[in-house]
């Protein structure tokens, strides 16, 4: 991903938060020339049971997905050990007339992080509904209101056998958070009202991100 110096993550939290809070990824892998390249959108979570500080380019973190076993893609998986997970966070249109300035041209400010590492598909199906009942209660902690899995789990199992877990061992992770840096700082804090006076979500969480920016990337 090209990403402009005055664009990059202000430290690696930025990332982390993104993956947490837009946790439905674009998984892409290479396949044969008749098949691939394959593209998935699905869920990520990072691995509970990973101990230790993320460090600054994420490397050495462990994610976790699952996909539907019937997609092609599943049994690409074999065959390759890189995957590419693309995440979105909160983005927005940025139009000329907020500027309050001419000439001008619009734009799209944005935040998304590419991952790369090795991964690993999870054949056990205990693994599997492991994997499964970790994600179930990762979303459901962050976005639910407090769903209880327990009676569920002998569902799961019927499932499992259609899921097609795996792992990614995180070799790098880069983040742009195009917000906007590259306007004098009176041009950037009337972009950011423009979008925290909309009813839009995306609008309001792209103020949020604008609002956490260190004074030095204004």
């Known amino acids: 991903m090209f990403i402009p110096s005055h664009y990059r993550e202000p430290d690696s939290s930025w990332m982390v938060d993104l993956i947490r809070d837009n946790p439905l990824a674009l998984a892409m892998s290479n396949g044969s020339l008749d098949e691939g390249p394959f593209a998935t959108h ?6 509970p049971h990973m101990t230790g500080e993320w460090s600054d380019d994420l490397s050495g973190a462990t994610l976790l997905g699952h996909l539907n076993r019937a997609n092609p893609h599943w049994a690409a998986l074999a065959t390759t050990d890189v995957m590419l997970l693309a995440f979105t966070g909160p983005h927005a249109y940025v139009s000329p007339t907020v500027y309050e300035v001419t000439p001008a041209a619009p734009t799209w400010d944005f935040t998304s992080v590419h991952v790369r590492g090795v ?11 492991d994997v499964v009942r970790a994600t179930a209660l990762a979303f459901e902690n962050r976005f639910g209101a407090g769903w209880d899995q327990s009676e569920s789990v002998e569902y799961f199992r019927k499932i499992v056998p259609a899921v097609g877990a795996f792992r990614v061992i995180v070799t790098r992770a880069e983040g742009m958070f195009k917000l906007s840096q590259e306007q004098p700082a009176e041009v950037r804090e009337r972009v950011r009202r423009s979008f925290a006076a909309r009813e839009c979500g995306r609008h309001r969480a792209t103020a949020e991100l604008m609002s956490r920016l260190p004074q030095s990337a204004v």
């Open 119 to 129: 991964v690993e598909p999870i054949d056990s199906l205990e693994e599997t509904l």
């Open 42 to 47: 699905l869920p990520v979570i990072p691995d």
